[in-house]
């Protein structure tokens, strides 16, 4: 058991229109979360600290954050690998709520915005619609996404300019375009042709850097920039 | 301030019942999807290893046989005919997920690939089949992605983070539900000809478990204090790989990949316990054999108190195919190289059999035989009852999407035959403005996450994996304590916004009052049968148990009736594997 700090970004508006840090020195073991801390703050410590979580192994996106500056889910970061003090903000570029918890619609409006969902014609097919093993694997990367935000809210574009898709919103884009079944590549794309589509990205890879599902995201754009100049998904 | 809302369905949960539910009834009836958190962070995501459906793409098979393996697998306890329901549609169930787009594994010849799974086998049980239709180890997540994208592709209308905590009824009709809105702290009142509940399970009365923190059996909790019994809820599932101490699941696939459970003398054990199936056999049978292995002292580790899941004679290129996920679980959080160091596992609370009682379109029942009209429930907080007393692996998977599709089409046809909603009682959202005026105002010399680990363990150690009549009454009274205490809880967030400490109190008595049912339907069960073991009654006894329980609530007293299970064409037989 040790002892480590963390420098919590709060906010409440119902209290005061301003934020502020505050520090919690609280016990951990080897092997604990940062969700396990966070967690301790609330049960024992302060009651009022809010954020969102769910299934606490990195698999429901809930609880993306910021943290020591860097955008991380809370149950898929130990503290061993966070040092003795740790800074926790909400993300960036999302308005924040309370805490460390953010208005998540603008980026949901993105996702929708983009078509997420199989488009074909004609008649469905009485058996399953067939996929070759290697037409299944050219879009295995993007189906990994778990929508927590933490790609497009890492993006320095974003954070200037919330007009602006985001990384996750192309993501689910090339999760359908490079999809052997699906026939919407053409309209996805020209959704993304848009001022505030693809070619917004500066391929800073900060998106690729905090996907906490290691998804090569700043490729995943680059490829549909490709898709959109050279005519083939 | 009170706001209302008419719909013709309300479905409460947006996991992969809700949501299946939604897309029948949201293209047949105005509805609306009530959820408290947001649809794609329901646990229908964590499921891992697949969902089982007879295709015959790799090796023959037939719904029949999976039938038979549903059956025997919940130990016979299983409603047969809904079983057969499930069998049967669950191919057309899998085949749809993929016209959705469910990006399934595919075989050389382009068709869904599929794998072995716990209990699941050819022929009656002569050998285990390849019957798991999967998506690597994150089959649950596409479901629920695959879903959720198709909500959006209809225009399902959801309310995301909106609580509900309490189900109307006037004159024994459904008339609607209340919520509690997050964001604001308001209640709204939602009016319904049909309301289905699809909000899960209650795992979080045990500590040890698999499940999310948002886990604490809602809609079980909502029901039963409006006076609709609790079905089965002794049978409680552990899942036999769960990473030691933390829960988190390692999925049933690993083992159908080839991976081995080890005890500390490096023993494949499972061959003394299940000669023909071995490491796949089902659940409750592994779960026991573990803890009967860390009990004859052959435990691993410096407390003897876990055992091995062995993947290390897998090359390294199937398990990051097939495996990435779980392989990355035990990097993360254990620090140990699945390819190299065997992964230390204990069995993991993870599935109700048992939940609110309803017939093969979901439809809600009073007692025996009685339904409620305008209720549904469809997913793990139903019991239709297609797992008996054991559920096999991937068929909850199944379960959702063939009980949420036909809970969605009955939902939407009992609204569309009513011409006029049911009546809101007076004061509709009185209870719930009672419950939460007394948590904001319990003075908190209680805490509310000190009663939730003191319930937690005292579940792990008096009423998991092995059970007396001594541990139960044990925990029983440990339960009625922890009720009285829970009397003295208050919150320090005197907020309206985002008030989540006080959702954790509410929470926190729904896990109180299943953890009681649980207990107290144990007790009564005089015998040992699929997940509910006890060591002072170790025998199946068809005579006297081979019927469902159903737990009602009577004051602060749970009164336990009984209801026939349905047999139609296998009669119960020894169960070995």
Known sequence: MTLVTLKIRRYDPELSEDAFWQSFEVPVESGDRLLDALHHVKWYLDGSLTF???????????????????????CKVLIKDLGDEITVE????????????????????????????????????????LQSAEDRARFDDTTKCIMCAACTTACPIFWNDDQYFGPQAIVMAHRFIFDSRDEGAEERLEILNDKEGVWRCRTTFNCTDACPRGIEVTKAIQEVKRALIFHHT | MVQFHTYDTVIVGAGGAGMRAALEAGQRSRTAVLTKLYPTRSHTGAAQGGMCAALANVEEDNWEWHTFDTVKGG????????????????????????????????????????????????????????????????TGHLILQTLFQQ?????????????????LLNGGRTAGVVAYELATGELHVFQAKSVLFATGGFGKVFKVTSNAHTLTGDGMGIVFRRGIPLEDMEFYQFHPTGIWKMGILLTEGARGEGGILRNSDGERFMERYAPTLK?????????????TEIRAGRGCGSARDHVYLDLTHLPPEQLDAKLPDITEFARTYLGIEPYTDPIPIQPTAHYAMGGIPTDIDARVLRNSTEVVPGLFAAGEVACVSVHGANRLGTNSLLDINVFGR?????????????????ELPDDPAGQVEALLQRLRDGGGQENVAAIRTALQETMDAHASVYRTDATLRQAEADIRALQVRYEKVGVSDRGQRYNTELLEA?????????????????????????GHFREDFPTRDD???????????EGTDVRLDHKPVVQTRYQPSERTY
């Open chain 2, 543 to 553: 005579v006297h148990f081979m019927r469902h329980t159903m737990a009602y609530r």
């Open chain 2, 75 to 138: 130990d016979y306890l299983v409603d047969q005919d809904a079983a057969e329901v499930m069998c049967r549609e669950a191919i057309d169930a899998v085949l749809d997920l993929e016209k959705m787009g469910l990006p399934f594994d595919r075989t050389p010849e382009g068709r869904i690939d599929q794998r072995r799974f716990g209990g699941h086998t050819r022929n009656h049980g002569e050998a285990a089949v390849r019957r798991s239709c999967f998506a690597a180890d994150r």
């Open chain 2, 151 to 167: 909500c959006v592709k209809h225009g399902i209308e959801f309310y995301n983070e909106f609580y509900v905590l309490d189900l």
């Open chain 2, 406 to 422: 036909r809970g969605g089409l009955a939902a939407a046809a009992h609204a569309n035959s009513q011409v006029h909603h049911v």
């Open chain 2, 279 to 291: 490491d796949l056999a089902p659940r409750d049978l592994v779960s026991r054999a573990i803890y």
């Open chain 1, 52 to 74: 969102r979580r769910s299934c606490a192994h990195g698999v429901c996106g809930s609880d993306a954050m910021r943290v020591n500056g860097v955008n991380r889910l809370a």
């Open chain 1, 90 to 129: 909400p993300l960036k570029g999302l308005p924040t709520m309370k805490d460390l918890l953010v208005d998540m619609e603008p980026f949901f409006d993105a996702f929708r915005a983009v078509k997420p969902f199989l488009m074909t014609s004609g008649n469905a097919p009485t058996r399953e619609r």
């Open chain 2, 506 to 530: 509410v929470e926190l008595g729904f896990l109180l009052d299943l953890a009681q049912v649980l207990v107290v339907s144990a007790l009564a069960r005089h015998e040992s049968r699929g």
